[in-house]
């Protein structure tokens, strides 16, 4: 089985039950805190201001980090399952683990919920998802 391409089930269901027993993992490199730096410099890089231009760019920016998403997740399982089938299973689990975020989200929106009741709107749009910092 090649976990590069699908999970099995059991491995979600890990993925899921270390998401909401754990949280994020802070420890480690976070595959969706890579994807919005590459979204944040295509954004950079491609905007020019002339609305047609930027929804091409935009487009092929979107296709080019999904596809890059992919790819990377591919070659780091493929990779460890070149080493041993339970590698390429760790290592599909502990992406899938950090890229689920069930509790990292829950936590970011009561953050935001808390910040507009209490009409802070600084704290609501700063990095309330960044549970990783101070």
Known sequence: ?????????????????????????C??????RLIGALIELSEKSLWSGDHHHDL???ALAAVAIVLAAAAGTWLLIATAGWVAPTAA????????WSTIALRGLDEAAATVESALWHNDLNRGAGRATDACRP
């Open 56 to 58: 091409y760019r935009g």
């Open 27 to 32: 420890c480690l490199p976070h595959p969706v």
């Open 89 to 96: 299973w760790i290592v599909a689990v502990i992406l899938a």
């Open 1 to 25: 089985m090649s976990f590069a391409w699908h999970l099995s089930t059991t491995a979600i269901v890990v993925a899921v039950g270390l998401d909401l027993l754990l949280g994020d993992p």
